[in-house]
């Protein structure tokens, strides 16, 4: 089947600092993705979608200036998180919908990114 | 706006037992169905999804479930549960195929040898 890769699995920064979180379509064309935040023990919540060559769409409550979100080519996505703070810290994974005879939603792998 | 319940937090079976985890959805239209399954710190692996058509739907690792529309209810079941099956499981919902996904809070299932 399609394959989402995320990149990197894990990331540890200090505060302050900014972190890139990059989502990519191995072997499709994907003109959306979409990023969840997945605090310990709990549920995906969406954080936004990303468009290709368009603004990505924040979902409610989500500081966009805080998350920045690139999606400049059909394979490519980016979450940023600038300036980073403890309460950042959680599981940031990307899905991207490949549209083949029956579409389906696939998952990159996650990154788990600690804010020390 | 749509959103998805599952009612069990923690649920603990013995290897070989059955196994059925709840899902309540809430949407307005037609939903699309998925359940996925998550192993600790990994990503989503799909079971199976739910569009339209025959509502017991049958998916990867012997689990199936059954949409029925009068409870708003998609269920996940498996006749019989092996060690490998503890995970956490998520119930979500759609408006499309290729849609931003609603999950529920997720289902916790521990495997006893």
């Known amino acids: 089947g399609a394959v989402v890769s995320q990149h990197p699995s894990w990331v540890i920064c200090k505060s302050g600092t900014s972190v890139k979180i990059e989502c990519r379509s191995l072997d499709f064309q994907a003109t959306t993705m979409f990023w969840y935040r997945q605090f310990p023990k709990q549920s995906l919540m969406l954080m936004a979608t990303?468009?290709?060559?368009?603004?990505?769409?924040?979902e409610q409550g989500v500081e966009k200036d805080k998350f920045l979100i690139n999606h400049a080519s059909l394979t490519l996505s980016t979450l940023t998180v600038t300036s980073a703070h403890p309460e950042d810290s959680s599981f940031y994974i990307c899905?991207?919908?490949?549209?083949?005879?029956?579409?389906?939603?696939?998952f990159g792998q996650g990154t788990r990114l600690t804010v020390v | 706006a749509q959103s998805v319940t599952q009612p069990d937090i923690h649920i603990t079976v013995s290897e070989g037992a059955s196994l059925e985890l709840r899902c309540n959805y809430s949407y307005g239209a037609t939903p699309y169905l998925f359940w996925y399954v998550q192993s600790p710190g990994q990503g989503l692996q799909l079971l199976l999804k739910?569009?339209?058509?025959?509502?017991l739907v049958q998916g990867i690792k012997g689990f199936e479930a059954e949409f029925k529309r009068s409870q708003s209810s998609f269920n996940l079941r498996k006749p019989s549960v092996h060690w490998s099956d503890a995970a956490e499981y998520f119930c979500?919902?759609?408006?499309?195929?290729?849609?931003?996904?609603?999950f529920g809070t997720g289902t916790r299932l521990q495997v006893t040898l």
């Open positions: 899905s991207a919908p490949y549209r083949g005879q029956n579409t389906e939603a696939f």
């Open positions: 990303s468009n290709e060559g368009s603004k990505a769409t924040y």
């Open positions: 979500a919902v759609a408006a499309g195929t290729a849609s931003k996904l609603t």
């Open positions: 739910y569009f339209s058509g025959d509502t």
